[in-house]
C-alpha cells in the first residue's frame, strides 16, 4: 500500500488516543466491524506502541497506524511495533526522511499551499490537512485544487459527522481523519457496541 492507496482505505480515519493497551484490540474490532478498518493510535500516550502491536498482532483485518508522530525516532518506532502506516501534524525535512526511511506510507501534515510545494518537491501527493477547520476548511481546500489538482488530502482536526461530508464531496479529498468514532467516556467504559455504531455511519458516509 501507497500513501495514494491509504486516502481511499475508507472515507473516515478513526484518530484514537488509547490510555490503556487493553482497550486497543476490542475497540480496533469494533472499528472494523463497523466497516473502518484504517486506524490511526496516536503517539500521545505510554500505551500507544503497545497498543499498535497488539492491534497489528491480533486484528488482521485492520490497517493500524501511528499518529502524532512528531520525532523522527518516533517514525522507526511505529514501525517497529507494527504501524503500516504513519501520520504527522506538520512535516521537517528531519522527520520526512526518517518517515521515508520506514518504507511505509505516510501522511504528512500541512495547512498552507507552501508547505504542500515542499512536499511536492519530493514527490510526496498524498498529505494530512491539518487542523481542517481552523485553516481554511472545505473552502481552503477547494482553493488548493486549482494550482495544486495533483495534491490529495485526509483533512484532520475538528471534523465532525455533521461536516465530514463536506470535505468528501470535493475532488482533492480522498478520506478524512476525527476523534469522534472513539468518544472518551465509551473507550473508558468499554461501549465497544456505541463505537461500533458510530463507525457504521461514518463508513456510509461515501
Ligand atoms: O495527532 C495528530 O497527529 C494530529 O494531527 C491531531 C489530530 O489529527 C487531531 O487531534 C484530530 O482531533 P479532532 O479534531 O478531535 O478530530
Given at each position: 500500500m501507497n500513501a495514494e492507496e491509504l486516502l481511499d482505505v475508507c472515507p473516515v480515519v478513526p484518530v484514537v488516543v488509547l490510555r490503556d493497551a487493553a482497550d486497543a484490540v476490542p475497540l480496533a474490532r469494533a472499528l472494523v466491524a463497523g466497516g473502518l478498518p484504517a486506524i490511526e493510535v496516536t503517539l500521545r500516550t505510554p500505551a500507544a506502541l503497545e497498543a499498535v502491536e497488539r492491534i497489528a498482532a491480533e486484528v488482521p483485518?485492520?490497517?493500524?497506524?501511528?499518529?502524532?508522530?512528531?520525532?523522527?525516532?518516533?517514525?522507526?518506532?511505529?514501525?517497529?511495533?507494527?504501524?503500516?502506516?504513519?501520520?504527522?501534524?506538520?512535516?521537517?525535512?528531519?522527520?520526512?526522511?526518517?518517515?521515508?526511511?520506514?518504507?511505509?506510507?505516510?501522511?504528512?501534515?500541512?495547512?498552507?499551499?507552501?508547505?504542500?510545494?515542499?512536499?511536492?518537491?519530493?514527490?510526496?501527493?498524498?498529505?494530512?490537512?491539518?487542523?481542517?477547520?481552523?485553516?481554511?476548511?472545505?473552502?481552503?481546500?477547494?482553493?488548493?485544487?486549482?494550482?495544486?489538482?495533483?495534491?490529495?488530502?485526509?483533512?484532520?482536526?475538528?471534523?465532525?459527522?455533521?461536516?465530514?461530508?463536506?470535505?468528501?464531496?470535493l475532488a482533492n479529498v480522498g478520506c478524512v481523519g476525527g476523534t469522534w468514532l472513539t468518544p472518551d467516556d465509551a473507550v473508558r467504559s468499554g461501549d465497544w457496541a456505541r463505537v461500533e455504531a458510530l463507525a457504521r455511519k461514518a463508513a456510509a458516509l461515501r
Open positions: 483485518d485492520a490497517v493500524v497506524g501511528a499518529g502524532t508522530v512528531v520525532a523522527p525516532g518516533q517514525a522507526e518506532a511505529a514501525a517497529g511495533a507494527g504501524a503500516r502506516f504513519l501520520v504527522s501534524p506538520g512535516c521537517t525535512d528531519a522527520l520526512r526522511e526518517a518517515m521515508t526511511a520506514t518504507g511505509l506510507p505516510f501522511l504528512a501534515g500541512v495547512s498552507s499551499a507552501s508547505e504542500a510545494m515542499a512536499l511536492l518537491e519530493h514527490g510526496i501527493t498524498a498529505m494530512k490537512f491539518f487542523p481542517a477547520k481552523a485553516a481554511g476548511g472545505p473552502d481552503y481546500l477547494r482553493s488548493l485544487a486549482g494550482p495544486l489538482p495533483q495534491v490529495r488530502f485526509c483533512p484532520t482536526g475538528g471534523i465532525t459527522p455533521d461536516t465530514a461530508a463536506d470535505y468528501l464531496a
